[in-house]
C-alpha cells in the first residue's frame, strides 16, 4: 500500500495507514473489471516566516561608516559584522533570541564575494535583512562614475576598427584599472569581465536576433562526415559589408549559437572568417572527447567585435590591447564592472535567514551553499543580472532549505533557483535522497516566486523530498522546470512563453534514467510553450526512461510539440489532465524508447540504472527512503520480462481543439500497440474546435462537469490556487498570451 497508485478487483475499499488518516477511493464509471484508483493526498508543508524584527540582539551596517555596530554609529561592512557574531559564537555568548544584522540602505560592492562562516541556532537563526524599507544591493561589481572613464585613444589600434560613426563617443578602461591581468582570451576562457549596469550588452552580430550558418564544409579531425568533432567546424558564411579583421577575431570573437545538439547552446572562440571563401570556423568545442549531430542551419550571432561596437550600451574586451571599450548609455553617469566568477554571497554554515535583500550584477551565483548548510532561508527580495553560465542565480546544497517571495531575473546564459544534494557529515557522503528521520520530511521548498527572463527556471537536481509550488514563470528560453531526485512535490505553478528558445525540451522536464519515483506533477498551467524552428517544445516531457512519476491536475494550452511526452521508462502515471491546441496534433505522446537497449538487453538497461542507486544509498536506505524503487529492483532482478513501458498509463484525459476524427490528437499507438509496450490508455477524449466551450486565455468558461460527459469520472482541477500570492490570496498573471487556432 505504499504506492500512490493500486489497482484492486473491488468495488470497495478503505486505506488506513499507521497515522490512522483515511485516503479516499475514485471509482471512474469507466473503470475496467472494477478497478479503483487509490489516491493519496500529500498534505502541504507549512513554514513560518521569520521576523528578523524578533531577535535579540540587532546590529547596523552602512557602507561608509566605521562605528561599532549600532543603530547611530554602525559597522562599515558586512565582514565587520560577522567577526562580532563570531565573537559572541566563540565566546558561548550567541543570544537566545538571535541576531539580526540590518544592512542600511546602499551599495554593498564586494568585488571578491563574501563568505557567510557564521550561524545562529535552529531557534533563533542569524538574520541578514534590509532594514525596515530600505534597499540594500549587495554586488560583487565596481562602480565606475564618469570621472574614471578615459577617451578612446586616437592612435590606438583598436580605434581604426570601430566605425567611424561612433569612435569619438567611444571611452576606455584598462584591465589594470580593475585589477585584470593583460592575458589573451585563451587564458580566461569565456569573457570575465562584464558592464553589469542595467542592459549594457557586449557589442554582437547582428545586434539584433541571430542569423544561420549555411552547409558545413568539414569538421575538424572528421571531414566529410555527419558527426560535428570536437576540433570545430567550417561553414559556408556570408557576413555582412563590413570588413572583419581576422586576427581580431581570433583575439577576440566568440560564437553563440546552438551549433550541435538542437537544444544545447554552445559559447565558443571563433576561429575565422574567409572572406574570399566565404566560410566561417568555429575554435574549438568546450568539451573534449564528445560528438554529436551537427546543425548547419545554426542560428547563432557573434558577438565582443570591435568592428560591431556600434551603438549606445554597447561593450567589446579587447584582449589585444587589454582594455574595456564601451559607448556608454545616454546620461549615463556610471558604470558597474564586474570582473571575477566569484560568488557575491556563499553560505557556509547553518541557520542563516536572507531577508528582503537586493543581490545582482555579477558573473558568478547571487547565492550559493555549501552542501553542508542546513536550515537556510531566503525570503523576499530580488536576485538579478549574472553572466554566469554554468551555474544558477541561487544554488543551494543541503537540507531544510527555503525560498519564498523572490524576483529572479535576467540570467541570459543560466538558470534561476536549483537545489541540489546534501552532504550528510556522520555517513560522510553526499545523500541526494536522505530522509533519516523517517518521517518524511522536506528538504527543500520553493514558493511564491517569480521566475523571468532567464535561460532555463528552477531546478531539483539528485535532491529528495521538495516542495516547489505556488510560483510563476515567464519568458524562459528553454525548460522552465527540471527534476531528478525522489519524492519531490511540484504543484500549482503557472508557466508562460517558455521554451521558446530551444527544441527537444519541456516545460517541466525530468531526465535520468530510473530515478523519479514518487515525483509529483499536479495542478499546473502551462501556456504557451513554443520551441525554436522546429517547434518541439513538449508541456511536461520526462524523458530517458525516467520513472515511477505522477502526473495529474494539469491544464497545458498552446505547445507546439506533444503536452505530455513520455519518452520510455516505466510506471508513470499520467491522468485526470487538460490539454488545449497541441500544435503538432499531438496530444499524449508515448515512446517506446528513450535509449532503452544501449547494451541490446533491456532487462540489463533497466536493472543497471536501479542498481547504481541502491549500490550508492544501500539496501537499507533505499528500503526506507524509496520504497518503490527497492520493490521495482527486486522485480527486475527477478528476471521477469517486461515491456518497455512497464506500468504506465494515459487516462481520464481530455484534449480540445482537435481536428474531427483526428486520432493523431491521441498517442502514437493504437490502444493495442500501447499494450504491447506495457502502457494502458484509457477514457481518453478528443474534442473538436466546435466542442471547445472555454477561453484558454483566462479559463473563462471551463466547466469540469461539461468534462465529464466525455470523461466520465474527471476531478475538478483546484485552478483558483494556481499562482502566486498577491495581497495574501492567490492570483494568475497572464501575460500577452497568444493561443494559437
Known amino acids: 500500500t505504499r504506492n500512490k497508485f493500486i489497482y484492486y478487483n473491488c468495488m470497495k475499499l478503505t486505506l488506513m495507514e499507521e497515522d490512522n488518516k483515511e485516503y479516499s477511493v475514485n471509482l471512474p464509471e469507466t473503470a475496467e473489471d472494477g478497478k479503483a484508483v487509490i489516491t493519496k493526498e500529500l498534505p502541504k508543508k507549512q513554514v513560518n516566516v521569520p521576523d528578523p524584527s524578533k531577535s535579540e540582539m540587532k546590529l547596523y551596517v552602512s557602507p561608509g561608516a566605521n562605528g561599532d555596530g549600532s543603530i547611530s554609529n554602525p559597522f562599515g561592512t558586512i565582514e565587520a559584522a560577522q567577526e562580532k557574531v563570531k565573537q559572541l559564537n566563540e565566546s558561548g555568548a550567541y543570544p537566545k533570541g538571535g541576531i539580526t544584522v540590518y544592512l542600511r540602505g546602499g551599495d554593498y560592492c564586494l568585488p571578491e564575494g563574501i563568505t557567510l562562516t557564521q550561524g545562529g541556532t535552529e531557534e533563533a537563526p542569524l538574520f541578514y535583512s534590509s532594514y525596515e524599507n530600505e534597499t540594500a544591493r549587495i554586488s560583487t561589481s565596481m562602480r565606475y562614475d564618469k570621472s574614471r572613464w578615459k577617451e578612446i585613444d586616437k592612435n590606438g589600434s583598436a580605434y581604426k576598427k570601430i566605425p567611424k560613426e561612433v569612435r569619438d563617443s567611444v571611452y576606455e578602461i584598462p584591465f589594470a584599472d580593475f585589477g585584470m591581468e593583460n592575458k589573451p582570451q585563451a587564458e580566461y576562457g569565456v569573457p570575465v569581465v562584464n558592464i553589469m549596469t542595467d542592459g549594457y550588452i557586449n557589442a554582437r552580430y547582428p545586434n539584433d536576433g541571430t542569423v544561420k550558418t549555411g552547409a558545413r564544409v568539414n569538421d575538424a579531425g572528421s571531414a566529410a562526415t555527419n558527426v560535428l568533432a570536437v576540433k570545430g567546424a567550417t561553414f559556408t558564411y556570408i557576413p555582412h559589408s563590413l570588413t572583419w579583421?581576422?586576427?581580431?577575431?581570433?583575439?577576440?570573437?566568440?560564437?553563440?549559437?546552438?551549433?550541435?545538439?538542437?537544444?544545447?547552446?554552445?559559447?565558443?572562440?571563433?576561429?575565422?572568417?574567409?572572406?574570399?571563401?566565404?566560410?566561417?570556423?568555429?575554435?574549438n568545442v568546450y568539451r573534449e572527447n564528445v560528438t554529436s549531430a551537427g546543425d548547419p542551419n545554426s542560428a547563432?550571432?557573434?558577438?565582443?567585435?570591435?568592428?560591431?561596437?556600434?551603438?549606445?550600451?554597447?561593450y567589446v574586451i579587447d584582449y589585444q590591447t587589454y582594455k574595456l571599450y564601451f559607448i556608454p548609455k545616454k546620461g549615463g553617469e556610471s558604470i558597474n564592472i564586474c570582473k571575477s566568477g566569484n560568488n557575491v554571497i556563499t553560505v557556509d554554515a547553518k541557520n542563516i535567514v536572507l531577508n528582503n535583500l537586493d543581490v545582482g550584477y555579477a558573473v558568478g551565483c547571487m547565492v550559493k551553499s555549501n552542501n553542508?548548510?542546513?536550515?537556510?532561508?531566503?525570503?523576499?527580495?530580488?536576485?538579478?543580472?549574472?553572466?554566469?553560465?554554468?551555474?544558477?542565480?541561487?544554488?543551494?546544497?543541503?537540507?531544510?532549505?527555503?525560498?519564498?517571495?523572490?524576483?529572479?531575473?535576467?540570467?541570459?546564459?543560466?538558470?534561476?533557483?536549483?537545489?541540489?544534494?546534501?552532504?550528510?557529515?556522520?555517513?560522510?557522503?553526499?545523500?541526494?535522497?536522505?530522509?533519516?528521520?523517517?518521517?518524511?520530511?522536506?528538504?527543500?521548498?520553493?514558493?511564491?516566486?517569480?521566475?523571468?527572463?532567464?535561460?532555463?527556471?528552477?531546478?531539483?537536481?539528485?535532491?529528495?523530498?521538495?516542495t516547489v509550488r505556488n510560483n510563476y514563470f515567464y519568458n524562459i528560453k528553454q525548460t522552465a522546470f527540471q527534476t531528478i531526485g525522489f519524492n519531490n512535490m511540484v504543484e500549482y505553478n503557472m508557466f508562460e512563453n517558455v521554451c521558446y528558445d530551444s527544441d527537444d525540451v519541456g516545460a517541466m522536464y525530468a531526465y535520468t534514467g530510473n530515478i523519479g519515483y514518487g515525483n509529483v506533477y499536479r495542478y499546473n498551467i502551462i501556456k504557451n510553450a513554443l520551441g525554436r524552428e522546429k517547434g518541439l517544445a513538449s508541456g511536461i516531457y520526462v524523458d530517458d526512461r525516467t520513472s515511477g512519476f505522477d502526473i495529474y491536475g494539469n491544464i497545458m494550452i498552446n505547445i507546439s510539440d506533444a503536452p505530455f511526452h513520455r519518452n520510455g521508462g516505466d510506471e508513470t502515471k499520467f491522468h485526470n489532465n487538460i490539454v488545449y491546441s497541441a500544435q503538432s496534433g499531438k496530444g499524449f505522446r508515448a515512446y517506446y524508447g528513450g535509449s532503452q537497449t544501449r547494451t541490446g538487453n533491456l532487462l540489463e538497461e533497466k536493472i543497471t540504472q536501479v542498481k547504481r542507486v541502491v549500490?550508492?544509498?544501500?539496501?537499507?536506505?533505499?528500503?526506507?527512503?524509496?520504497?518503490?524503487?527497492?520493490?521495482?529492483?527486486?522485480?527486475?532482478?527477478?528476471?521477469?520480462?517486461?515491456?518497455?513501458?512497464?506500468?504506465?498509463?494515459?487516462?481520464?484525459?481530455?484534449?480540445?481543439?482537435?481536428?474531427?476524427?483526428?486520432?493523431?490528437?491521441?498517442?502514437?499507438?493504437?490502444?493495442?500497440?500501447?499494450?504491447?509496450?506495457?502502457?494502458?490508455?484509457?477514457?481518453?477524449?478528443?474534442?473538436?474546435?466546435?466542442?471547445?466551450?472555454?477561453?484558454?486565455?483566462?479559463?473563462?468558461?471551463?466547466?469540469?462537469?461539461?468534462?465529464?460527459q466525455f470523461v466520465p469520472g474527471f476531478q475538478d482541477i483546484p485552478v483558483d490556487e494556481i499562482g502566486i500570492y498577491t495581497g495574501g490570496a492567490r492570483t494568475q498573471t497572464t501575460r500577452n498570451v497568444v493561443v494559437s487556432d
Open 245 to 283: 579583421d581576422n586576427s581580431e577575431l581570433i583575439a577576440n570573437a566568440r560564437y553563440r549559437g546552438v551549433l550541435s545538439a538542437e537544444y544545447v547552446t554552445n559559447d565558443l572562440r571563433l576561429g575565422y572568417v574567409d572572406k574570399n571563401n566565404l566560410t566561417l570556423s568555429t575554435a
Open 372 to 466: 553542508t548548510v542546513k536550515n537556510l532561508q531566503i525570503i523576499g527580495g530580488k536576485y538579478h543580472d549574472t553572466a554566469a553560465s554554468s551555474l544558477n542565480v541561487i544554488d543551494l546544497s543541503g537540507k531544510n532549505l527555503v525560498v519564498r517571495d523572490l524576483d529572479v531575473y535576467n540570467a541570459e546564459n543560466t538558470g534561476a533557483v536549483y537545489l541540489r544534494s546534501f552532504h550528510d557529515e556522520e555517513l560522510g557522503k553526499d545523500i541526494w535522497h536522505e530522509v533519516f528521520d523517517g518521517k518524511g520530511e522536506n528538504n527543500g521548498l520553493i514558493e511564491n516566486c517569480v521566475v523571468h527572463d532567464t535561460k532555463t527556471g528552477m531546478g531539483i537536481g539528485w535532491s529528495n523530498n521538495n
Open 615 to 708: 549500490d550508492y544509498n544501500g539496501e537499507e536506505l533505499t528500503k526506507k527512503v524509496v520504497p518503490e524503487l527497492w520493490d521495482r529492483y527486486e522485480m527486475l532482478q527477478s528476471g521477469e520480462a517486461q515491456p518497455t513501458l512497464y506500468g504506465s498509463t494515459l487516462e481520464n484525459s481530455i484534449m480540445f481543439n482537435c481536428s474531427a476524427g483526428d486520432m493523431t490528437c491521441g498517442t502514437k499507438y493504437t490502444e493495442e500497440e500501447a499494450k504491447k509496450y506495457g502502457l494502458t490508455l484509457r477514457n481518453l477524449a478528443y474534442l473538436t474546435p466546435e466542442q471547445t466551450n472555454w477561453n484558454p486565455e483566462t479559463l473563462e468558461g471551463l466547466d469540469f462537469d461539461y468534462i465529464r
Open 300 to 314: 547563432h550571432y557573434i558577438y565582443n567585435l570591435l568592428e560591431e561596437l556600434d551603438t549606445e550600451g554597447e
